[in-house]
């Protein structure tokens, strides 16, 4: 398998893992205020840097529709 098959892997289970993490903190009600999804959000981006160092400059964008429809991430 190539490189970028293995890093296009791992990628793809860090935004799953995030995405149905803030999915059910969402459901939970633990995620109540903006303040409360940016912190979130920048825990995700700061495991992102651990694992791939080299991505720091890469931004991380939510998208969601109205009310609790699931989350997308952008890599």
Same mark, same amino acid.
């Given at each position: 398998m190539a490189l970028m098959d293995?890093?296009?892997?791992?990628?793809r289970q860090i935004v799953a893992f995030a995405h149905n993490d803030l999915l059910s903190r969402i459901a939970s009600g633990e995620i109540d205020t903006e303040q409360k999804r940016k912190k979130l959000l920048s825990e995700y981006a700061e495991e992102l840097l651990k694992k /791939?160092?080299?991505?720091?400059?890469?931004?991380?964008?939510?998208?969601?529709?109205?009310? /609790?429809?699931?989350?997308a991430f952008r890599l």
């Amino acid at each position: 398998m190539a490189l970028m098959d293995v890093i296009d892997i791992m990628q793809r289970q860090i935004v799953a893992f995030a995405h149905n993490d803030l999915l059910s903190r969402i459901a939970s009600g633990e995620i109540d205020t903006e303040q409360k999804r940016k912190k979130l959000l920048s825990e995700y981006a700061e495991e992102l840097l651990k694992k /791939f160092p080299d991505w720091d400059s890469l931004p991380i964008f939510l998208v969601a529709g109205a009310g /609790f429809e699931p989350a997308a991430f952008r890599l």
